[in-house]
Each structure stands twice: as C-alpha cells, then as structure tokens.
C-alpha cells in the first residue's frame, strides 16, 4: 500500500524529471516524449526500480484522464475555418494511410506465410496511431504551421478509421470462422457512433454555457469539469472516450463563438499530465517483449512503416497537397500506443488461438513505435515546415 508521503515525493520527483527532460529535449536530437519514455524505463522495473509498485497503479486512470484531454484539443483543431481549407487533405490522408497500412502489412504477412487470420487482425491494428505523442511533439516544437495543424487534424480522424477497419476485419475473420458478424459490426456502431452522440449532446449545451462565469473565457473548472465527464460517461457506457472527447472539443470549438479560445485552460496543464503519463507508461514497459519479436514481429514494423508512408503519399497526391505533405506525413504518423495494444486484446478474446503470437507481436512493436517513431515524428514537422 503506497503511503500519502510516497505518492506526493514519486509525483513531485516525476514532474520534476519531466521539466529537466523537456530542458533536454531542446538540446538533443530526441523529442520530449522518447526521453520521458526512456526516463520511465530507467526508473521502473527495468531499471532502478525507483518507482514504487503502488504508484504504476495509478497509470490506468492517469492515461485515461491524459487522453480525454488529448481528445478534446485535437478536436479543437478540427474548427470550420481550417477545415474549409484542409478537409479534403485531412479526409484523403488520413483514410488513404489507414487502409493503405491494413493492405501493406496483410499482404506482406501473407507473403511470410502468416494465417490470413492472423494477418488480417495484424493490418487492421497497424493502422493505428498514438495521438498523444503527436499532440506532444507539436506543443514541445511550439509550431503553429500548416503542416502541424494539417497532422494533428488527420491525427484526429485516423484513430476513428483504424476502429472502424478494425472492427470490419474482426467481422471478416468471424465469417471465416463461422462466427456471426452482426455481433461484432454492432459492437463497433456503438463504440464509434455512441461516442459521437455523447460527445454531441455535451457539446452543445457546453458550447453554449461555458465562458459566462468569466465572459470570454472558460475557467479551468469548467474545461476540466466538461472534459472528465465526457470521459467517464464514456467508460461507464463503453464507447470510445477518445472520440467522444474529440467530438466535444470539435462542437464547442465550432459553436461557442463567445469564447476567446476555449482550450487555453486546458492547454495550461495538459502538459504536466503528459509528463505523468509518458513516465509511468516507460516504467510499464516490458522489455522482455521485445524478445518475441521474431521474423513476423520485423516484418509487421517493416510493413506499417511503408504503410503509413505509401497512404500518406497517395492521400496527399490525391488530394493535391504540398510537396512537403507528400513528403513527410508519413514518417510523422508512425508512433503507436495503447490503442492497439487495446485492439489486440480484444481479437485475442475473438481468436484464442493467435493470442499468443497476436499479442507478443503487437506488445513489442508497440514499444519500438512508442520510443523510436516520435523521433521520425519530431524530424517530420521539422522538415515539413521548412519546405
């Protein structure tokens, strides 16, 4: 049992750690984010052992707090303005690096002899991303470019088509299996389309009354208060709190006219959750997963990575999109996180039978994703805004 003493010095060292790793990351190649993951590893089980086994409980409802407030500010960025610019841009990218990445690394599963069950399952899991690392990055380069507006907007859509592309390829995988399908579509029309309407009937009355306690300006409470909510109405009804919050940002960032800007408040310390939030998760990772990797394991990061580069370059073509986009997407969607550690956990209690192979390629994958993809993240921003 972790006393009051411990738990305030862990979270006062731990928040400390995060402002000298984000006075670090202004001097080194590596983004703020792969250094808090790092700083985690190096504390936790894997390393010093400083954390104390009480706190790491904690992560669950830290991560889950961290990412609703993720949620409600990219839905912030989907506002009518940007969007009048870039929807066709946002739309084709995101959904052109989604199933591109399903198809890449299926195809090239299959051609390592993998079961197309197991395959299938893999590529639709490979089509998600990290929204919280991206969100991260862009804040710590405190860039306001078009081409960080553009990826945080395409970051926003891509997690709602890789849950949908997921719960189709667990449908298609039912069929061959003689599972019905309705079951599983239905499952995913609730998940997806509860978490808008959730999201919808807080936004509205929100947009409307937020910002009148201190006119123009919503007051940390209030941001907050809205935020957690949505969050755990989310929870308790089982639909994607990640949508649902992005879905409120996105209605209160497009009707509530009377605010100045109503994600300041949040924007304010968001960032001391993420500090929170990345540690923990280094000091969760288990690096012993790295050692199921194998040959498929390789050939699944091989694949997603010439996925997400190949859809983005399609999308952004498709969509007439700067030479700078074309470019570089790609390489910026590449971190992955939870939420296909999530995926897998939920085909694995579909498909008992590749649970073992389905979560030790994923699990591991994720951590190189986790650690190495912000740095090709961070490059991309970087160089897609000089371009």
Not at 319 to 324: G, Q, T
Not at 333 to 346: D, E, W
Not at 351 to 364: D, R
């Amino acid at each position: 049992m972790l006393t009051n003493h411990e738990l305030l010095i862990t979270l006062g060292c731990i928040l400390l750690f995060g402002l000298l790793t984000s006075a670090m990351g202004r001097h080194t190649p590596l983004p703020r984010v792969t250094l808090l993951l790092l700083f985690g590893l190096a504390l936790g089980n894997n390393g010093l052992n400083l954390i104390p086994a009480g706190f790491t409980q904690w992560f669950d409802i830290i991560a889950s707090m961290t990412l609703v407030m993720v949620g409600f500010l990219l839905g912030g960025k989907l506002c009518c303005g940007f969007l009048k610019e870039s929807i066709g841009q946002s739309l084709w990218i995101s959904l052109s690096a989604a199933l591109v990445t399903t198809l890449t690394v299926t195809l090239l599963l299959l051609w390592m002899g993998s079961p197309k069950e197991l395959a299938l399952i893999l590529g639709c899991i490979a089509a998600a991303t990290a929204p919280a690392a991206i969100l991260d990055i862009v804040d710590e380069l405190g860039t306001s470019s078009r081409f960080s507006q553009l990826l945080l907007s395409i970051v926003a859509l891509d997690d709602v088509w890789a849950l949908i592309v997921f719960a189709v390829g667990i449908a298609i995988v039912s069929s061959w299996n003689g599972i019905t399908e309705t079951s599983v579509l239905l499952m995913a029309l609730k998940d997806i389309g509860g978490a808008a309407l959730l999201g919808v009937a807080l936004g509205i009355p929100a947009a409307a009354l937020t910002g009148r306690l201190n006119p123009g300006k919503p007051i940390l409470s209030e941001a907050l208060g809205l935020v957690f909510i949505c969050g755990g109405l989310a929870i308790w009804l089982d639909v994607s709190f990640l949508i649902a919050s992005m879905v409120l940002g996105a209605i209160i960032s497009n009707f509530a006219s009377h605010h100045e800007y109503p994600f300041h408040e949040i924007e304010g310390i968001e960032s001391q959750f993420m500090v929170v939030f990345f540690i923990l998760a280094g000091a969760s990772l288990e690096l012993d997963s790295l050692t199921g990797l194998g040959l498929l394991g390789i050939t699944y990061i091989l694949a997603r990575t010439l996925g997400k580069v190949l859809g983005a370059r399609l999308g952004s073509e498709m969509s007439h999109a700067p030479a700078a986009t074309r470019r570089w997407m790609g390489l910026a969607l590449l971190p992955q996180a939870g939420v296909a550690i999530g995926m897998a956990l939920v085909a694995s209690h579909y498909f008992p039978e590749h649970k073992q192979v389905l979560l030790s390629i994923v699990i591991s994958s994720t951590i190189f994703f986790e650690i190495i993809g912000p740095v090709f993240t961070r490059k991309a921003i970087e160089m897609g805004q000089q371009v």
